[in-house]
């Protein structure tokens, strides 16, 4: 049974960071993705990372202020969020996908095309 766990949402003043986890049990995957949905707005795509980490993509919004890493021999993904303002209040969620769709832009920003999904972190940013 796959399993995608999240860690690491919280409150934190306009300006402030926080790094959120995903730890995956039982297999690693091709690619993992962070999403975040806000109340009444539609989930969207947040940042993407492939097996070997060597290629990332991320929303244009939050390009330069979060960062996506993964620790193969954790297991774990991670989402460094810095510079963080009110509009990126979310539950983040993380998402795996067995295929290489990070290599497809119309792929790796579509959430329908993963194939697990952790149960979402709260991120709640203050003004």
């Known amino acids: 049974q796959v399993q995608l766990v999240e860690s690491g949402g919280g409150l934190v003043q306009a300006g402030g960071s926080l790094r959120l986890s995903c730890a995956a049990s039982g297999r690693t995957f091709n690619t993992v993705g962070w999403f975040r949905q806000a109340p009444g707005k539609e989930r969207e795509f947040v940042a993407a990372i492939d097996w070997s980490g060597s290629s990332t993509r991320y929303e244009d919004s939050v390009k330069g202020r979060f960062t996506i890493s993964r620790d193969n021999a954790k297991i774990t993904v991670y989402l460094q969020t810095n510079s963080l303002k009110p509009e990126d209040t979310a539950v983040y969620y993380c998402?795996?996908?067995?295929?290489?769709?990070?290599?497809?832009?119309?792929?790796?920003?579509?959430?329908?095309?993963?194939?697990?999904w952790g149960q979402g972190t709260q991120v709640t940013v203050s003004s």
């Open positions: 998402a795996a996908a067995s295929s290489n769709i990070i290599y497809y832009t119309a792929r790796y920003r579509n959430w329908a095309e993963y194939d697990h």
